[in-house]
């Protein structure tokens, strides 16, 4: 079955980096879009960064020049490299393919909390 695991997230200060993994899992990852999406408390679930199977990428302006996004198809994982993170970066961070579909499951995510 379809499974995504995310791992890497913590507690961070302002200005510090994370790098998160997640290894997907039942679905021909090289061929799949990918996308990093984050859900802050009392928010609704938002797309952070895609990744196309080509590689090409397209990152949110809120996160943009701060978070990377990248694949390793060896590995059927993603990456979400985020470098000077904000108070307003927290929240849970998940995986899934992109654009979703909704047969795909979410996996738990990854808590990130950026706070001095």
């Known amino acids: 079955q379809v499974q995504f695991v995310e791992s890497g997230g913590g507690l961070v200060q302002p200005g510090g980096s994370l790098r998160l993994s997640c290894a997907a899992s039942?679905?021909?990852?090289?061929?799949?879009?990918m996308g990093w999406y984050r859900q802050a408390p009392g928010k609704q679930r938002e797309l952070v960064a895609s990744i196309t199977r080509g590689g090409s990428t397209n990152i949110a302006d809120s996160v943009t020049g701060r978070f990377t996004i990248s694949r390793d198809n060896a590995k059927n994982t993603v990456y979400l490299q985020m470098n000077s993170l904000k108070p307003e970066d927290t929240a849970v961070y998940y995986c899934n393919s992109y654009p979703l579909y909704s047969v795909y499951p979410w996996g738990q995510g990854t808590q990130v909390t950026v706070s001095s």
């Open positions: 039942g679905i021909i990852f090289s061929l799949s879009g």
